[in-house]
């Protein structure tokens, strides 16, 4: 929000001062021609730091993606453990119990 708030001000100075470049003169166009120079620098900055948030929140969205894809995985494999089981009825109580804790812990992750 900050980003689009700084890009609005300097949007709205950079069109005043291209506005007010057309009828200066003399020392007021040296002074707003440095204005202006300094103002495109600054929008450069800006658009470097826009670019580096956006990687980051695309590095942050991967590593939520990865995140999530080991978790389905760590399940998946809970479950072949639990389907190669084959009858839980043999199973004693406390088996069972321990198992389904196990499965609840994956599904946490």
Request: hydrophobic fraction near 45%; proline fraction near 0%.
């Amino acid at each position: 929000r900050s980003i689009v708030a700084i890009q609005g001000k300097l949007s709205a100075t950079t069109v005043q001062v291209e506005t007010k470049l057309q009828a200066a003169q003399g020392l007021e166009l040296r002074e707003l021609r440095g204005v202006f120079s300094r103002l495109q620098r600054a929008q450069t900055k800006l658009d470097k730091v826009k670019d580096l948030s956006r990687e980051l929140s695309r590095s942050l969205s991967m590593q939520a993606v990865q995140g999530a894809a080991e978790a389905v995985k760590r399940a998946e494999a809970e479950l072949r453990t639990l389907s190669g089981v084959g009858n839980l009825a043999g199973l004693s109580l406390t088996r069972l119990e321990a198992l389904d804790q196990q499965a609840r812990a994956a599904d946490a992750v």
